[in-house]
């Protein structure tokens, strides 16, 4: 796969965190019709569709990782926050970490 330049990079780390071509432009002190040429030849070299497929394509090929992109607002979690949701919830109410979890005797795959 043909690179991407460190400004077509940087345009699809922006796109990825959500900026439109004229945010991406006043961010980088370049006309926004300059960020659609990056994003087209973006798309090209990566086979993409939109700013979503080159997005998706960047991170799995790892021209992108997970750090690059973030999750504003009440999204914006780490993975490691996530984990112990079933822990805390079996600790604080039991009963509805039954319900959430499917209890905790049942196994996957078993008839309830």
């Given at each position: 796969m043909k690179r991407l330049s460190a400004r077509r990079r940087q345009v699809l780390r922006m796109v990825a965190n959500g900026y439109t071509n004229a945010q991406i432009g006043r961010e980088l002190d370049i006309h926004?019709?300059?960020?659609?040429?990056?994003?087209?030849?973006?798309?090209?070299?990566?086979?993409?569709?939109?700013?979503?497929?080159?997005?998706?394509?960047?991170?799995?090929?790892?021209?992108?990782?997970?750090?690059?992109?973030?999750?504003?607002?009440?999204?914006?979690?780490?993975?490691?926050?996530?984990?112990?949701?079933?822990?805390r919830l079996a600790a604080s109410e039991p009963a509805r970490a039954a319900r959430v979890t499917g209890g905790a005797t049942r196994r996957s795959g078993a008839a309830a």
């Open positions: 926004p019709r300059t960020v659609d040429r990056h994003l087209a030849e973006t798309y090209a070299v990566l086979g993409a569709r939109d700013r979503a497929n080159a997005v998706a394509i960047a991170l799995v090929a790892g021209l992108l990782e997970a750090g690059d992109v973030g999750m504003p607002g009440p999204l914006a979690v780490s993975v490691a926050s996530l984990e112990p949701v079933d822990a």
